[in-house]
């Protein structure tokens, strides 16, 4: 048992505690309380027993903010070796061809980027991930760390002849890999650029109570794709000999499309949106889906600047990923936070600190375990140090805060 003294104790889902305590049991949390030391009464079976009380360990942290680990909804951890090997683009699917020119250079997805890469993350505060895949390379290294998550593997196939063979091949391989109970796996599609009509409805047929995450509404290309088959897209589909000349095109957004194939519903995680508009935003929010934000990565691909406050004012849950290395200087989720305070000044700091920790939790279906420092949860969490005098600690915390200023809290 450890009581953690700090400056601030954040438990996301209500406002931040100055001068608090959190106290552990295990690997688990026992309670938050606003004083620095246990109220009376609290626990009396301990306080009744002396040994027992004796064996609790109080350790005063002083100017840190404690929270629950991060949660990175979206990323790559398989494209790692391609950081700083892709260049930003002004066209989203460009990027996307330049991507698939050097990773066809590469024969297999090496080990040792993807191991930094994860290493880079727990340091940055991360504690669960969505990790999307073609080749479960990261699987091996993400059981042997310290993160928990949901792997996504994602399947691509715009004129695949036999869908659901498709599907049963790709749950082949995920049946193949060790179960462990810190990690989800599931068969995705990629994005209504890439995927069929009759894939889609076989993904989301073998999919359960699993969360589904689809890139969804990422460029203006996808748009016009979806409205008349034309642009950069279809332009793409035919030099990859991927083009199918039975498709047509539903001539409509791309919610809508999915809400055709069956697919709009609480486990779906719409990967990016920066396209969507506010009606197709109200569509997500009422459904229960999440919308997964990653506005670095849309800077960089080309696919344009997501208008978060509107994400917000629309009402639909929001969570937030790095994306991929391939897309992204680093995969510290408190720069991507950075950046969105730059771009929503007006949402509040405790909704964008929600979407980095109880959101991500939510739409990943980690939300008993992970999110909050809720009695019961797991006792996943940093203390990120403060300066001595800050008044509003969760503003603070949208300032883009470094690795060197988190420690992880053990846990024994």
């Not at 629950?68 to 990027?95: C, F, I, Q, Y």
């Not at 999919?207 to 008349?228: C, I, K, Q, T, Y």
């Not at 691909?301 to 200087?329: H, K, M, N």
């Amino acid at each position: 048992m450890i009581l953690y003294r700090a400056a601030w104790i954040l438990p996301i889902a209500t406002r931040p505690i100055r001068g608090g305590a959190l106290l552990t049991i295990g690997r688990h949390i026992a309670g938050v309380f606003p004083s620095p030391s246990l109220p009376d009464g609290y626990g009396a079976e301990l306080v009744d027993d002396p040994e027992r009380h004796q064996s609790i360990e109080n350790v005063d942290l002083g100017d840190v903010a404690i929270l629950p680990g991060l949660v990175n909804a979206h990323t790559h951890l398989e494209l790692s070796w391609m950081r700083g090997k892709v260049a930003s683009l002004d066209s989203m699917p460009a990027w996307a061809a330049s991507v698939i020119a050097l990773r066809r250079e590469q024969c297999a997805e090496p080990r040792a980027p993807i191991e930094t890469a994860i290493t880079e993350a727990r340091a940055a505060g991360t504690a669960l991930v969505g990790d999307v895949t073609n080749t479960s390379a990261a699987d091996q290294l993400l059981r042997e760390s310290s993160l928990a998550g949901a792997m996504f593997y994602e399947v691509l196939g715009f004129r695949a002849a036999e869908p659901e063979q498709v599907v049963t091949t790709a749950r082949a391989v995920l049946n193949a890999l060790p179960s462990t109970p810190e990690w989800k796996r599931t068969v995705v599609p990629h994005a209504p650029y890439s995927v069929s009509p009759d894939l889609f409805r076989a993904i989301g047929n073998a999919a359960g109570n699993m969360p589904m995450s689809v890139h969804l509404g990422e460029s203006r290309d996808e748009m016009e794709f979806l409205r008349s088959a034309t642009g950069a897209w279809r332009e793409l589909l035919g030099r990859l000999s991927a083009w199918n000349d039975r498709w047509q095109p539903p001539g409509c957004g791309p919610v809508e499309y999915l809400e055709r194939l069956g697919l709009v519903n609480q486990r779906l995680m719409a990967v990016h949106g920066t396209q969507l508009t506010d009606g197709e935003l109200r569509r997500l929010a009422s459904a229960g889906a999440t919308l997964v934000t990653c506005p670095r990565s849309n800077r960089w691909t080309g696919a344009g600047t997501p208008p978060i406050e509107r994400f917000y004012s629309s009402g639909v849950r929001v969570a937030i990923g790095t994306d991929s290395l391939a897309s992204v200087e680093d995969l510290n989720m408190f720069g991507e936070l950075a950046y969105l305070r730059r771009l929503a000044p007006h949402v509040p700091a405790r909704r964008l600190l929600q979407s980095a920790t109880l959101a991500g939790a939510e739409a990943l279906g980690f939300e008993k375990e992970f999110g909050t420092l809720d009695s019961g949860k797991r006792a996943s969490l940093i203390a990120v140090r403060v300066p001595h005098g800050i008044e509003d600690v969760e503003e603070y915390l949208l300032s883009g805060i470094q690795p060197d200023a988190i420690t992880w809290l053990e846990t024994r």
